[in-house]
């Protein structure tokens, strides 16, 4: 069974940052694309960062040059360092893998169960 669990969220003040992680874990034959979601209370959730398994990024202009999105192919791991946080970006934040489980012959999405992002002015 593959599973993802987040950590790193917590209570901030504007201007500070933030660090959150995403670790893989189960039985995982290969993973794609890797990214972090967000929704804040009464909106839908948007995409905040996204890298490919080659290691190429996207970002919304609501956060570019402020986020920045890595992996660990090693550890199966993605991170989204969060700089110059805003009001704005309080939020449950959600990781989310494209994986090929070991044994079977397609990728599906997972996500994670998400970890509150709160910034405080």
């Known amino acids: 069974q593959v599973q993802l669990v987040e950590s790193g969220g917590g209570l901030v003040q504007a201007g500070g940052s933030l660090r959150l992680s995403c670790a893989a874990s189960?039985?995982?034959?290969?993973?794609?694309?890797m990214g972090w979601y967000r929704q804040a209370s009464g909106k839908q959730r948007e995409l905040v960062a996204v890298?490919?398994?080659?290691?190429?990024?996207n970002y919304p202009d609501s956060v570019k040059g402020r986020f920045a999105i890595s992996r660990d192919n090693a550890k199966n791991t993605v991170y989204l360092q969060m700089n110059s946080l805003k009001p704005e970006d309080t939020a449950v934040y959600y990781c989310?893998?494209?994986?090929?489980?070991?044994?079977?012959?397609?990728?599906?999405?997972?996500w994670g169960q998400g970890t509150q992002v709160t910034v405080s002015s």
């Open positions: 189960g039985s995982i034959f290969s993973i794609r694309g």
């Open positions: 989310n893998a494209d994986i090929h489980p070991l044994g079977l012959g397609y990728t599906r999405s997972y």
């Open positions: 890298i490919t398994s080659g290691g190429s990024t």
